[in-house]
T-cell receptor, first 113, second 114 residues
Framework: KAGVTQTPRYLIKTRGQQVTLSCSPI?????VSWYQQTPGQGLQFLFE???????NKGNFPGRFSGRQFSNSRSEMNVSTLELGDSALYLC????????????FGPGTRLTVT | SQQGEEDPQALSIQEGENATMNCSYK?????LQWYRQNSGRGLVHLIL?????REKHSGRLRVTLDTSKKSSSLLITASRAADTASYFC??????????????FGEGTQLTVNP
């Protein structure tokens, strides 16, 4: 099976812009979670989607949003970018929600200038 | 904020030696997972141990879990240079109805010298 894929892999944006990141889970996986990784804060949970519904949300401002489509693919959007949003954004998929192995994609490296 | 702490923050050993990394956490959990990350890339899932399990093996990896002490350890035996990476523990408090949410430790940077 193909692994989790994320596009784009690298992105440079300017403060104030918005960005959309995409994640395709492993075939058959219905849960998709998003994480942000920065040197200062480490790995932090953003949100989880299962069957097109947001199941969990981390402590991030409303500028961070996401959605999941009927084919389980997911997108996350960050509006009004700030310098502090520069990070590696990781997507993970799991067969089901609620306590199963999560398999991560390679990440999208976002740089905000 | 991070749920747990990992110890040590950095570990440097010679090829063939064993490497032990520890993870402590603060709340009750459903499971604990260990991941490896090479140099800013994606995380590779290593092993999942559930709260009712005490020990689990996978190849050269051995994970223990002590829920009374809220701690876990990852042992890599007969280490190789290719094991050089950052290792993270992540706890999941999930129950089937509440969804998943991994809380990561700060990680241990393991360097295996040839």
């Amino acid at each position: 099976k193909a692994g989790v894929t994320q596009t784009p892999r690298y992105l440079i944006k300017t403060r104030g812009q918005q960005v959309t990141l995409s994640c395709s889970p492993i075939s058959g996986h219905r849960s998709v979670s998003w994480y942000q990784q920065t040197p200062g804060q480490g790995l932090q949970f953003l949100f989880e989607y299962f069957s097109e519904t947001q199941r969990n949300k981390g402590n991030f401002p409303g500028r961070f949003s996401g959605r999941q489509f009927s084919n389980s693919r997911s997108e996350m959007n960050v509006s009004t970018l700030e310098l502090g949003d520069s990070a590696l954004y990781l997507c993970a998929s799991s067969q089901r929600t609620g306590g199963f192995e999560q398999y991560f994609g390679p990440g999208t490296r976002l740089t905000v200038t | 904020s991070q749920q747990g702490e990992e110890d040590p923050q950095a570990l440097s050993i010679q090829e063939g030696e064993n490497a032990t990394m520890n993870c402590s956490y603060k709340t009750s959990i459903n499971n604990l997972q260990w991941y490896r990350q090479n140099s800013g890339r994606g995380l590779v899932h290593l092993i999942l141990i559930r709260s009712n399990e005490r020990e689990k093996h996978s190849g050269r990896l051995r994970v223990t879990l002590d829920t009374s002490k809220k701690s876990s350890s990852l042992l890599i035996t007969a280490s190789r240079a290719a094991d050089t990476a950052s290792y993270f523990c992540a706890t999941d408090r999930a129950v089937r109805t509440s969804g998943s949410r991994l809380t990561f430790g700060e990680g241990t940077q393991l360097t295996v010298n040839p």
